[in-house]
Structures are given as structure tokens and as C-alpha cells.
């Protein structure tokens, strides 16, 4: 019997895919779990796997096509299967502006639960435990409930045939239900006004964008934001800074410690030392979590992704700057894995390579807090009671307000400061 294939909610915030490149031709035979396009999400190019095996009787997208999750791209069935009946109900279902067949709609509701499930209740999601006893869930979906340590048996799929995908996992995690991505659709339609009737050209937006979009407009509106500001003495972090990297090179290793690696390590230590911080807000209740995995903002050509060192703190800082640059580099490319862009407990954010001084950077939830880099300048300050010239960054960090009050988030930042004001602290 022929299946039909839907696309897939790939990343827990996307709502369309936009189809990359089919990697399994018209007539070609497919296996269960076998690659069979790719897929440009919000978030990067994701590898797109079949739940069926059979023939690919019927591409139903071109490469290029933006598909909103839950749409049939493809039908699979036995080679030279008659799919007329089933073409002609897709036709007809599209015409009618309903789910073409029961199993598509079936498969649409449980791919795309927040856009239509009450704000007070999730939609129902067909059981991952099929009739036969075995669990159904994504190869991602398992690695990532064994590295998390969550039940599967505990968790209904939203995908195919009630199959655990990715995203089941991820709202695990974060416990976050359909309301929460439901309002922020709302507000994001309701944001946009009028343009001034000039000279201008309408660029599409891509699915990063629209993404980026739609969450920055859901955490300002529904968290309560408060940021604190510090000037930290950057000499000896620079002076070892220069040590480390001339001694890197006199040994004709290939790596070098920028100010960020610096930043992101200190930040892990000092999280580790202030569990409070490290932390998640869960609605009615607070996630402290037991490991540091901090994420670093990386701009993209359509906007940002946040790569996520994991157990930064206990990692030194030449294996951080190797990740970091791996990740970053990755992430031009759109080629990072779920589980290396997500996960993560706290992020920093630099723009000190651009000279900006000073600013504020809006929370990347669900984690409690962001930290905004500036420059590292050579400033004006008094010493002693006498003016001088001083080498300072200035830092803003961004705390959830619900999960942490200003005390918490000051005593963690003094932390920071003092480990970067005596780098030796980083070593050790």
C-alpha cells in the first residue's frame, strides 16, 4: 500500500521546510531510516529520513519549494504500485483546503500540534508504542533521550504513526506545550505595519529569519527581561592571553585562545559555581541543571545560531577554542546537527570584533541568562586616585526574571570578572 511521505518538523521552532535536494530519485528503491532529501529548516540543511521502505513512486515538491510541516512530498510504495486513487485524493484534499487522506491528516495534526491545539491542552498524539510493542522514535530522538536520560516509554510522538522525533524530545526538556508557540504566531502576524510607499525591493524572508522573527517577539513580550552592566580589567586576561597563544606557536601547535574562548570558559566556571544561574524557568517550576553547557551566538547570512560547547567547565581552554571554531565554522555552512545548536543552559554573545562598546542582548530561552561581550579597549580610568590608561570590556548580562532576581545575576558576573581579571584562576 502506498504512504504517504509528510514533511517533517525538523527543528522544534519550524513550521516549513523549504526542500533542498532529493537524494532518492523517482523509480529508486528506499529503505526505512535511508536519507531521503535534504531539508533547509530555520535553524540549517537537515538530512531528511524515510519512515517507509519501498519505491519512490512520486515526487511531490521540487527542490526549492517551502512545504509547511505536515504537507505530502512524496508517495512510497511497491514498484509499478497504482497511485492514481492516491494522487487524485491529494489533489482533492489541497481543493478542498483539507487534509487529503486520513492518514496525511492524521500524520499533519501530530506534525504541527501548536499551531492548532487549544492553549490550555495539547492536541492528542498517537501513541509511540505500536500494536506490535515496539518503539517507534528517530535515531536523533534516541540518541538524544540517552544523552538527556529521559524514558521514551514516557514521551508520545508527534511524528508518523506516533514516531518520538526530535522536537517530542526537545519539548521534554524544555516542558513546553502548544500555547507557548501559539501566542507568539499571533503576535508575530500582528507585529509587521505598513511601509512607506518608496522605492524598494520585498526580500523574502528565509526560514532562520522567520524564526528569529517569531521567538524574539515571544520572549521580549513574554519575559520579563533585567540586565546588569560591568566594566571588567581585560590587561592580565590579554597578557596571558599572549602568552598562551606565542607559546602554542613556539611548540608548532595549530590552535590559538581568542578573548571569547576566555569569556566562554570563565562563564562556565562561574556557572558551575553558581548553580542558581544555570538554570531554567518551567512555569511551575525552576530546571536547575546538573551539567554547564554554554552556547555561542555565531552570525550566519540569514542571522544567528547559537553552537553549544557541552560541559564547557570541564574543558580546558584550547579543547574549547577547537569546538568553537569546528562549530562556527559549521554553522556558515548550515551543516551543524541538532544536538550541537541546541541543549544549551547559557549562552555569551560577542560583538567586541565589530568595536561595539556596549549593548544588550534578549535571552535565548529557555536558558536564564545571555551574555553581551563588548570590545576590549584601552580607556581612561583612575587607579589610586590617579588617571591612567586601563584595558577594559564592558559586559551586560540578561537574566529571566522569573527564575533569577538581581542578587543572583550580580554575584555570578562578579565571578566572571574576577576569573578574567586573574586568568590563572582558568588554568586550574
Known amino acids: 500500500m502506498a504512504e ?92 478542498g483546503g483539507e487534509a487529503p487522506t486520513e492518514k496525511v491528516a492524521e500524520e499533519a495534526a501530530a506534525a504541527e500540534p501548536a499551531k492548532t491545539a487549544a492553549p490550555a491542552e495539547e492536541a492528542p498524539r498517537p501513541a509511540a508504542q505500536a500494536e506490535t510493542g515496539r518503539l517507534k522514535a528517530s535515531p536523533l530522538a534516541r540518541r538524544m533521550a540517552e544523552d538527556e536520560g529521559l524514558d521514551l516509554t514516557s514521551i508520545q510522538g508527534s511524528g508518523p504513526a506516533g514516531r518520538i522525533i526530535k522536537r517530542d524530545i526537545e519539548e521534554a526538556l524544555e516542558g513546553r506545550g502548544a500555547a507557548a ?31 528569529i522573527a517569531k521567538r524574539l517577539v515571544s520572549v521580549w513580550q513574554s519575559t520579563p527581561h533585567f540586565t546588569l552592566t560591568m566594566d571588567i580589567d581585560m590587561a592580565k586576561a590579554m597578557a596571558k592571553r599572549k602568552e598562551i597563544n606565542e607559546g602554542l606557536k613556539a611548540a608548532e601547535i595549530e590552535a590559538k585562545i581568542s578573548v571569547n574562548d576566555m569569556i ?50 570541564q574543558k580546558g581552554l584550547r579543547q574549547i577554542s ?34 561595539i562598546d556596549h549593548f544588550m542582548a534578549v535571552i535565548n530561552p529557555p536558558q536564564a541568562g545571555i551574555l553581551a561581550c563588548g570590545a576590549v579597549k584601552k ?13 577594559r570590556m564592558k559586559v551586560t548580562l540578561s537574566c529571566d526574571h522569573r527564575a533569577v532576581d538581581g542578587a543572583v545575576g550580580a554575584q555570578f558576573l562578579q565571578r566572571v570578572q574576577r576569573l578574567l581579571e586573574n586568568p590563572l584562576l582558568l588554568m586550574v
Open 4 to 95: 504517504v511521505v509528510t514533511m517533517l518538523a525538523l527543528s522544534p521552532t519550524m513550521d516549513e521546510g523549504t526542500l533542498a535536494e532529493w537524494t532518492i530519485n523517482e523509480g529508486d528503491a528506499v529503505e526505512e531510516g535511508e536519507i531521503l532529501a535534504e531539508v533547509e529548516t530555520d535553524k540549517a540543511t537537515m538530512e531528511m529520513e524515510s519512515f517507509f521502505e519501498g519505491t519512490l513512486l512520486k515526487q511531490l515538491v521540487s527542490p526549492g519549494d517551502a512545504v509547511p510541516v505536515g504537507a505530502p512530498i512524496a508517495i512510497i510504495g511497491e514498484a509499478d504500485e497504482d497511485i492514481s486513487d492516491v494522487l487524485a485524493e491529494l489533489e482533492g484534499g489541497e481543493a
Open 181 to 211: 508557540e501559539a501566542a507568539p504566531e499571533v503576535a508575530l502576524k500582528a507585529a509587521p505595519t505598513p511601509a512607506p510607499e518608496l522605492p524598494a525591493e520585498d526580500i523574502p524572508l528565509s526560514q532562520m529569519r522567520k524564526t
Open 264 to 313: 566562554v570558559k570563565a562563564c562556565a566556571v562561574a556557572l558551575k559555581e553558581f548553580p542558581a544561574m544555570n538554570v531554567a524557568f518551567q512555569g511551575d517550576h525552576l530546571k536547575q541543571f546538573n551539567e554547564v553547557h554554554v552556547g555561542v551566538a555565531v552570525a550566519i547570512e540569514d542571522g544567528l545560531i547559537t553552537p553549544t560547547v557541552r560541559n564547557t567547565d
Open 322 to 355: 577547537s569546538e568553537i571554531r569546528e562549530l562556527a565554522g559549521r554553522a556558515q555552512d548550515k551543516r551543524l546537527k541538532p544536538e550541537e545548536y541546541s541543549g544549551g543552559t547559557f549562552t555569551v554573545s560577542n560583538l567586541g570584533m565589530f568595536g
Open 379 to 391: 580607556v581612561p580610568v583612575v587607579e589610586d586616585g590617579e588617571l591612567t590608561v586601563g584595558t
